[in-house]
């Protein structure tokens, strides 16, 4: 049986001084299937679909197209909301994918 989790993560996005733009904390709602994290190809799946959604909250939602180092920030809040949310849900399988795609974005 699947427990389907919803989850609303309050995220901080990095603040660059030079960004009017940028913005400071936002929240989300991404809804997972909770006995998927029991397994490793399950938590990768997890991951990739968090990752997806909140480079869709980073890039649309916060930041304007026309401003020159939004490319970067976009990139950089995901990391750091990626982090976050992945921290919140604090599951073995979920913190060794996490791990696995940092090492590949280093």
Known sequence: ???IKPVTVAAAA???AASAHAAGEFAFDYTYD???LSSEAGA???LEGLEGR???ECQFSRFTERFTFARKITKTCVVE???RVVEDI???HLNAAFEQWQEKRT
């Open 54 to 56: 909140i480079e869709e």
């Open 34 to 36: 909770a006995t998927a």
């Open 90 to 92: 604090n599951a073995p």
């Open 81 to 83: 909301t990626l982090e």
């Open 14 to 16: 990095m603040a660059i």
């Open 44 to 46: 990768i799946g997890v």
């Open 1 to 3: 049986m699947s427990i």
